[in-house]
């Protein structure tokens, strides 16, 4: 399992927007059959450049389910973002391996 982590930072100015925004962005991105899943998270740590931090976690069903996502569709949808907000947005991706998971269950 890949996770394709998108990290953002988004200027206070056009915060709200941004949120409304991503909500729906997310679910473009889930419809192009590449992922299984995705969490949007708040980075809880303030940012020296001001701001709010965000990161959106995208369980992709493969590597080779990524690379077909960066090869058919990135482009087009990170377009969107990029011309709505241009310099208000500072965001970098990383993908991750799942070595393991493990849960505790405590009742």
């Not at 310099?87 to 849960?103: A, H």
């Amino acid at each position: 399992m890949i996770i394709y982590n998108v990290t953002v930072n988004i200027d206070d100015s056009v915060h709200n927007e941004w949120l409304t925004w991503i909500k729906e962005h997310i679910p473009q991105v889930l419809a192009t059959g590449k992922f299984t899943e995705a969490k949007l998270t708040k980075v809880l740590v303030e940012e020296e450049m001001g701001g709010q931090t965000y990161s959106i976690q995208y369980r992709a069903h493969s590597k080779e389910a990524l690379q077909d996502y960066y090869a058919n569709h990135a482009e087009q949808l990170r377009q969107d973002g990029l011309q709505k907000f241009a310099d208000k947005m500072l965001s970098f991706r990383t993908e991750l391996e799942v070595i393991d998971e493990y849960s505790v269950d405590f009742k």
